[in-house]
């Protein structure tokens, strides 16, 4: 989740008093991985125009040479408001610029 890094450093989210909570995990496995297959992790997310409560990252694990999936999966997050555990609904303006600028 390296984009969240990018997006939201640990240090500026203790700072602004926000966490990046996972709300949802989910993994669906296609076929067996045994140690020491030759692996590739892609990640891909939707850069969206308005904060919608939520970020979607969709994962895909292939075998590296036969370029097959293995396994897929999605993880959300969203943002909290560290003092009251509540949603936050807008992004601090700066927070948001650097995510719009992932496109």
């Known amino acids: 989740m390296e984009i969240l ?3 939201l450093p640990l240090d500026e989210a203790l ?3 926000v ?3 996972v709300v ?3 993994c669906h496995y296609r076929k067996p991985v045994r140690f020491g297959m030759p692996l590739q992790l892609h990640t891909t997310h939707r850069i969206q125009s ?3 409560g939520k ?3 969709k994962h895909y694990l292939l075998h590296e040479k036969l370029r097959m999936e293995l396994a897929w999966g999605e993880t959300v997050v969203t943002l909290v408001d560290q003092r009251t555990n509540q949603l936050v609904k807008e992004w601090p303006e700066a927070v948001w610029r650097k995510y719009q600028a992932l496109k």
Do not use: K, R, S
């Open 50 to 52: 308005a904060y919608e």
């Open 24 to 26: 949802q995990n989910v």
């Open 5 to 7: 890094f990018e997006v």
């Open 15 to 17: 700072e602004l008093g």
């Open 19 to 21: 966490a990046m909570p």
């Open 55 to 57: 970020l979607i990252f």
